[in-house]
């Protein structure tokens, strides 16, 4: 072992944790792999005269949710109440890709709507997207854990960054920290008019006032403050948080799962309403709308790990969109948009969607009253919960051969855990390794 090389170098760049990470990503792939418990709707009604029919009812073509016999049922319904409510965006499209009520006997949906607001004929439905529990996630995650290529990418990323260079991206992001908030979002233009909207996916904000602003910034080296900025609106002072960046790969973390009802893959190519995929720039003619997964760095695995946690801590957001009317180039738009907000530091025109606290509450009530265990039975069923043991015990294992390995490097464990000090690691996590170093050695 060469004298003068980090302890933190000789983990990365060991054999061990090639294979502790295969180890960890096959489990948390076969995770995701598993048969979903929840069945689909197994019949739809006519919104109007409430008869059963799975093939021939026809939809309301601005909302895509109302569904009808026939003209005549539609008719009666528009009059009656739906007029109102196609408007005022009481309800998102139906679709697999946000199922905002509970399917069968279950007590809670999917996709609990966190918030939603309108404009412009443009509305927004903002929930989470936890896998089954409600950990933050982290940046050393790729976006899509589940994604047939995923070993493939962690290799890649592992082979293309230097040792130095992943110490460094470790020390600014603080990579292995909880600190990301996924965000499930649903856009669709109900505009009468046929005017298309363009949105920016990645030019969406978190919102928050700034005397918490001190949680966001815990998710960031202190000399890190890219991604945040403060400005002031109706005598108060807020705080906008930017989607995150991936370290890796350098763009935002963002994906679009679903457009119009086709589910967006890594590997397809997308439909071209997708203008630019990586920054989420998508067009929708009216009735159309898209469904992002969106990351946001708000923790640090200390004092901030879960969503819910994070998501009691935030404002709302704000939703970047325009009306396109006059063929410019998205990208173009996009462009100009993002120089605009960040050099001057202020959110953008947009819409302004404000979280529904009661309605996180109640969702989480089962994690808050009797913890992480009882929330994921209640969401998600037993099985999960065995799902979710399992993970706990891989992640120990890896615990243990990284100790392994930094016992027989130069400097020890000694030097590894004053390196992680110096890097701006959290206690907890800290404590976390010696904890499990003195049950080794028990
Ligand atoms: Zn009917
Ligand atoms: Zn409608």
Redo the contacts with the bound molecule.
Sequence with gaps: MSSGRSPYEAFWSSGDFRRTTDVFYAMAKDKNSQPKIRKPRSAHRCTSCGKEDQEHLST???????RYCNKECQVADYKAR?KE??AAFVYPPMTRAFVTEPVGDEKYAQRPVFAHAYREGVGCWVSVDGEYDCDLKSLAEPMDIASEDFLTVMRRRMALVPASDAVSIGDQSKAFMRNLLTLSILVQN?RKDKTKVLVFGSQTQLVTLATTVDVLRRGRSTSNMEGIHMFEAGGNMLAAVSVAEDPWEKRPRLQIKNFDGLDIKNDTRPPAPITDAANGVVSLKPGEYVVYRIQFRVGDDDGLTTDFGALGRLAGLNLAFTLWEHGLNPTLLDYILSTTIHKDGHVPQGLGVLLDHHAIYQHYADFIEKGQEAFIESHFGRKRVDAFRTHFQSMDTIGRHMMRTLEHTDGGMDRFVAELRASGTSQEMVEKFERLRTTMAA
């Excluded at 309301?60 to 109302?66: G, I, M, Q, S, V």
């Design positions: 309301c073509a601005l909302c895509k949710c109302a739906h409510e196609c109900r």
